[in-house]
């Protein structure tokens, strides 16, 4: 089979190499479409953390189920030809995480695509347990779980309320998802990215009030949109450590932070507005199958869709001679999906 690989940093190359062997509990995918993700070209530019060279990217994909192992076929589950997506993140089911149910956050986690190989390849082999069925998602559509399903992790976490007052900040795929998300449980969103053209997709695509954080007239803007106080709640999907030191100044007395984006340092803020609002911080980590499965579900119902976040397919035959220029220097990129 043909696969892409990441064999150093600024290194991108094609191989054929042997089909993967298929053991007793996994399942044989032929790849249809992958997402490309921030670590994939924090990996490729060579400033991803606990990462090793030469790696098969990817780790958002869509494809059909064209093999099974004995354990696999067993369970009757699926069968072949099943459309399935990926649920990366492979768990050890040993630790205390894991056993509260928390294997998003496995003290032993292995994510497929990062610290094994991925995606980028005509065929994978993955465990059974990390896939999820989606017959009834187009396939673009459902190389896009995995990010949506981060997004459904960072608003599971915020218990929203139906007409809870929520602040997105950060209108990147993850910050696009939350707020796609929190306005399918019946929240009020407002949106806030520095970036016009991306408010402009926010309103297009979702539907919802998209501002600029540094425009003067931003908390009258919030103050309006939400009768007259600061969000409930705020999601932070931006990794900026300006933006996530801020985020108590955009609650609410009683309100709650979400982090779902990350930034190497420390985070910076007044102890006594944050006591005085009595605010609930909260970080925000992967996404377990209960998301995966809760995006499914909304995306089959029409709720969700590829265009909230897409912008950009590519060829898989072609992408590789180009990596550099058509993805990683992209500025115009805000998610792109390799075809097969």
């Keep these: ?17 042997e089909m993967p062997s298929v053991k007793e509990d996994e399942v044989l995918v032929k790849v249809v479409a992958v997402g490309i993700c921030g670590t994939d070209i924090h990996a490729y530019s060579g400033n991803q953390p606990f990462f090793s060279y030469p790696r098969v990217l990817g780790h958002e994909l869509c494809g059909h189920i064209t093999a099974m192992g004995k354990e696999a076929e067993n369970e009757g589950e699926f069968i072949i030809g099943d459309k399935v997506a990926l649920i990366p993140y492979v768990a050890c089911y ?63 976490r915020a218990q929203l309320r139906k007409g809870e007052h929520v602040l997105v900040v950060g209108a990147g795929p993850i910050g696009l998802g939350a707020a796609a998300i929190a306005a399918a449980d019946g929240a009020k969103v407002i949106v806030a990215d520095t970036q016009e053209e991306r408010r402009r997709h926010v309103e297009k695509e979702l539907g919802v009030l998209a501002v600029d954080p540094m425009a003067e007239n931003f908390e009258a803007l919030v ?17 900026n450590k300006h933006a996530m030191n801020n985020a108590v ?4 007395n009683g309100g709650k932070i979400v982090f779902v984006g990350l930034f190497k340092g420390n ?11 009595e605010t609930t911080m909260m970080g925000s980590r992967n996404a377990t199958k209960e998301d995966f499965v809760k995006v499914q579900t909304l995306m089959a119902a029409g709720k969700l869709g590829a265009n909230m976040m897409l912008t950009h397919i590519f060829d898989f035959n072609t992408i590789g001679d180009s990596y550099e220029k058509d993805v990683v220097n992209n500025k115009d990129l805000l998610k792109g999906v390799i075809s097969f």
């Design 94 to 156: 040993e630790c205390p995480s894991c056993k509260s149910g928390k294997t998003n956050c496995c003290e032993n986690i292995s994510v497929i695509g990062v610290h094994r190989d991925g995606g980028y390849s005509e065929y994978i082999s993955v465990p059974k347990n990390n896939i999820l069925k989606v017959n009834d998602v187009d396939n673009n559509t459902a190389a896009l779980i995995e990010p949506f399903a981060i997004s459904a992790h960072g608003v599971r």
């Design 249 to 252: 100044n955009l609650i609410r």
């Design 223 to 239: 103050l309006d949109h939400f009768d007259g106080s600061l969000a409930e709640t705020v999601i932070d999907a931006t990794g």
């Design 267 to 277: 985070l910076e803020f007044s102890d006594p507005d944050f006591h005085k609002k």
């Design 1 to 17: 089979m043909k696969s892409l690989i990441c064999k150093k940093p600024f290194e991108m190359s094609y191989a054929d190499v």
